[in-house]
């Protein structure tokens, strides 16, 4: 997972740097640094730091998507700034409520020619661009039981959150 001449060090810091783009710069340096840690155990004794932190069911991620760890552990610890979902009106209605002032119109059940999710995602980039310019939507890892595991993220920072998570190793892309 981490290339030859990278340094824990290296790891570290392009982790904390992902959990900043990942949160907005919501986090203290403290808590940063608690997510980074477990992120670098969870490198090191993938299936012990899951078991003790998440529980026996999560130790099934290092089993059988040992790639995914990192990912998890990011998830896990980061939940609340994440929209999940298996359908993309109920994961538009957790993208509307992520924002203090709403200003997102309502999933266009009656008034819409998605043919794909492709169709949903571009529209919904089109309103973020019109009332929160600011953000983009991306997907983050591998949820395992939805379709949908996405965070908004700041659209300036988009394309170097998603070149880190390559670097790392993380699944990440535009939603698109």
């Given amino acids: 997972m981490q290339e030859v001449n990278e340094t824990p060090d290296d790891t570290a810091q392009k982790l904390a740097q992902v959990v900043g783009m990942l949160t907005c ?8 640094g608690r997510i980074v840690g477990l992120c670098l155990q969870a490198r090191q004794a993938p299936e012990q730091t899951l078991e003790d ?11 059988y998507d040992p790639k995914g760890v990192t990912a998890f552990v990011l998830y896990a610890e980061l939940e609340d700034y994440f929209a999940v979902s298996d359908t993309v009106d109920e994961l ?19 008034d819409n020619d998605f043919e794909t999710v492709s169709d949903y995602f571009q ?26 595991q996405t965070i908004l993220v ?23």
């Fill in 123 to 148: 529209w919904l980039d089109e309103q973020l661009l019109a009332h929160h310019p600011r953000y983009r939507l991306v997907h983050f890892g591998q949820s395992y039981t939805h379709d949908f």
């Fill in 53 to 63: 932190n998440y529980g026996a069911d999560a130790v099934q991620v290092a089993r």
């Fill in 92 to 110: 538009h209605e957790q993208v509307v409520e992520a924002f203090e002032t709403p200003e997102l119109p309502d999933y266009p059940y009656d």
């Fill in 25 to 32: 710069g919501d986090l203290d340096e403290h808590e940063v």
């Fill in 154 to 176: 700041l659209r300036e920072q988009a394309e170097e959150l998603l070149a880190l998570c390559q670097e790392l190793g993380l699944e990440a892309d535009y939603c698109e």
